[in-house]
């Protein structure tokens, strides 16, 4: 029964890029400025004993045009890309926009949340909310 639930997934995902190729390739022969053609990326969710960490390919997206923000429970990633981009081959891949929120499996502690972008590559590693645990409290003094 394993195999036939990871046949399965491994098709939902064949199936998945399959139709966002399609929709890029109508997007590119059809731009219009009223319809949205940017694909939101797969983001892949990882859950450690102690963190949580999101993973996504954004291949047309570079760090300046993405904003991150996380609660106790929820992440939100937003990327705009304003200009066209042209390849070398002449075609060309319109600006757009997406948004997507994840609802997390655990709660995290969004203060120590850190973000990275590396070979297109959105990795963001949420360290979750360990319940009763203890801080040391620096006091200031005069």
């Known amino acids: 029964m394993p195999d036939l639930l990871i046949w399965q997934e491994r098709q939902i995902k064949k199936m998945r890029q399959e139709l966002n190729d399609i929709f890029e390739e109508i997007c590119r022969d059809f731009p219009s400025s009223t ?3 940017t694909i939101p990326p797969d983001f892949h969710i990882q859950e450690t004993n102690d963190t949580i960490i ?3 390919k954004l ?5 300046s045009e993405l904003q991150i923000t996380v609660s106790e429970d929820t992440l939100k990633i937003i990327g ?6 042209v390849w070398q081959n002449g075609e060309v891949t319109p600006g757009g926009s ?9 709660k995290v502690d969004p203060n120590i949340t850190r973000a990275s972008f590396v070979k297109n590559i ?4 949420m360290p979750k909310y360990q319940r009763g645990m203890m801080k040391r409290i620096h006091i ?3």
Request: charged content about 25%; hydrophobic content about 35%; glycine content about 6%.
């Open 35 to 37: 319809v949205p053609c």
């Open 80 to 85: 705009v890309r304003q200009r066209d981009i």
């Open 140 to 142: 200031d003094t005069d």
């Open 59 to 63: 291949y047309t997206f570079d760090s």
């Open 122 to 125: 959105l990795k963001i590693v």
């Open 98 to 106: 997406f948004s997507i929120t994840i609802k997390l499996p655990g």
């Open 54 to 56: 999101v993973r996504g």
